[in-house]
């Protein structure tokens, strides 16, 4: 046994998060915590990450967390926080600091040895050089090398800013930093966002050859069924283990609820029978003894619980354009975009009502694509043009990476000031903010709730184009549902950028292929796409 957490709980304020909590990880296991978005499992890592502490109980239960020994645990959180102003290197390094300290220090030493030979000096050497060789000090470069290589980072790399990457290389370079920690327990939050198909199976790989132990939390079920072997599942508050990978675990939990709802069944049947008995015999004279005793036998039997139903619920709203465009939406001629160099040539035009996918892979320009046509950035050549009424809804990966003080309540109601608190309220729920939960601070929502918020400020103001960027990233697979039908229903023009295959097959009916050739315009669907692309 490496962690334990036996009886734990975390709340927020006086809002219960999880209950009952008692998980094991054990040397080189390989675990998924799987649920609903906002259901906890984010909160879960950060507990484990030693980011939030167990709450306590009211009651006498032995609450604790153990470790065997020192653990180290590195942390890929959902939404990192990294300065997007420095650089590549500067941003791994942080890594390194501890051995770069020493690298300094020893440095000093060897130039106070030139004048001073004193054992105090020489000894704080060899102790410092002891621990720099233990840490791997000697080989930090090389390790930074191989591992920026093999996520498809090279040399000219290093020194451009982090602002200059795309979502997926900078979910990549917190894994690099993750990586080069070599943790004892790696936790990864949705690890696969942002990540094209290739760095996917690559991730894969890595996992199930990394000796130490990884928690995972994600919706990806081809993600888990290839790495994990152990999954807690947390809903209605509860944490369950089941043995095995994601399709086990469904094929479990339909045994288990079959099981437990014919033995609730049955139990209920058998306590009819007997209070029918009761009451039949209850004012006979010689049958009133046996009668109370029937009733007094249902209150000693353990009572069998009803199963709980599974949580799914989802947003739902029916989204219409408030003005109709021209039938031209958008056109553009020789449009090259990119920072200092071009990415690719850009000549499309867009017609009203169509939804285009934007796919390829990590770095190739699809987030910069969208940055360009909505004004974020100058393009480097070319031409494009919007038509007539065209009203944009844009959801930036970036802004699910936001948060603040406010409360999901005064963020949405700052947008649009002149609506009635009820309207509000009432809009809100539509996205699943209910209750209490309109109060939350946007800092502490999920990946997947702040997602829903942004859609839900975009959808109010009934725009006749959305353009997406990596929208499902974050949500779970209700929520993806939810967007697609909503998709799929909407007379609006749609371009979206995004690395599910799922996702993009529902709700695209046009492609724009990046690769290295520069990008494709395909006439059809993904599932169409791959079978031409095969035939090739």
Request: no cysteine; aromatic share 8%; net charge negative.
């Amino acid at each position: 046994m490496l962690y334990r957490i036996n009886n734990g709980i975390i709340r927020y304020a006086a809002d219960t998060i999880i209950e009952n909590i008692n998980i094991e990880i054990k040397d080189n296991e390989k675990i998924a915590v799987i649920g609903r978005n906002g259901s906890g499992k984010t909160s879960l890592l950060r507990l484990i990450a030693e980011e939030i502490e167990l709450s306590k109980r009211d009651s006498d239960e032995h609450i604790y967390i153990e470790q065997h020994g020192k653990i180290r645990i590195g942390y890929l959180s959902q939404i990192p926080e990294e300065d997007l102003d420095i650089t590549l290197e500067e941003e791994i390094n942080k890594v390194y600091e501890p051995v770069l300290q020493m690298m300094d220090r020893m440095e000093e030493l060897l130039d106070l040895m030139v004048i001073d030979h004193s054992d105090k000096i020489i000894s704080e050497y060899a102790d410092i050089q002891e621990r720099f060789f233990g840490l791997g000090g000697y080989d930090y470069a090389k390790d930074m090398d191989i591992v920026l290589g093999k996520l498809g980072f090279g040399k000219s790399d290093y020194k451009k800013y982090l602002n200059e990457f795309s979502g997926g290389e900078l979910t990549k370079i917190s894994l690099t930093k993750v990586m080069l920690e070599h943790p004892d327990i790696m936790l990864l939050d949705e690890p696969t966002n942002h990540l094209d198909v290739n760095m996917i199976e690559w991730l894969e790989n890595f996992i199930n050859h990394y000796e130490k132990a990884v928690v995972i939390v994600s919706h990806d079920r081809m993600f888990l069924d290839r790495t994990v072997k152990k999954i807690y599942e947390i809903e209605h508050k509860t944490v369950t283990k089941y043995s095995g990978n994601y399709t086990d675990y469904v094929s479990q939990k339909l045994i288990e609820r079959n099981l437990q709802a014919k033995k609730y069944e049955e139990q209920q049947r058998e306590i009819a029978r007997l209070k029918e008995t009761a009451e039949r015999f209850k004012n006979i004279p010689t049958k009133s003894a046996m009668a109370r005793a029937k009733l007094k036998y249902i209150e000693r039997m353990e009572k069998v619980e009803k199963p709980k139903m599974p949580d799914l619920r989802t947003f739902h709203m029916s989204l219409e354009p408030a003005v109709k465009p021209a039938r031209e939406i958008f056109r553009s001629s020789r449009l090259r975009i990119g920072y200092d160099n071009p990415m690719y040539e850009l000549t499309v035009l867009i017609k009203r009502g169509e939804k285009v996918g934007i796919i390829g892979g990590n770095g190739t320009g699809k987030t910069t694509l969208l940055k360009t046509i909505t004004g974020e950035m100058e393009p480097l050549s070319g031409s494009f043009t919007w038509g007539e009424n065209v009203q944009i809804g844009y959801f930036a990966q970036q802004t699910v990476n936001q948060a603040s003080d406010k409360t999901v309540l005064d963020e949405f109601w700052d947008e649009f000031p002149l609506l009635g608190q009820n309207e509000v309220r009432k809009y809100l729920g539509a996205f699943m903010f209910t209750q209490e939960s309109v109060y939350k601070k946007t800092g502490d929502l999920s990946g997947g709730e702040r997602a829903r918020l942004e859609l839900a400020k975009i959808f109010k103001k009934g725009p006749n184009v959305l353009i997406l960027d990596e929208p499902t990233n974050h949500m779970d697979l209700q929520g993806k549902e939810a967007l697609e039908n909503i998709i799929i229903q909407y007379t609006g023009t749609v371009l979206f950028v995004s690395h599910d295959r799922y996702f993009v097959q529902k709700a695209a009916d046009r492609l724009l292929v990046v690769n290295e050739n520069g990008i494709d315009d395909y006439p059809g669907t993904y599932s169409s796409y791959i079978k031409d692309k095969n035939k090739a």
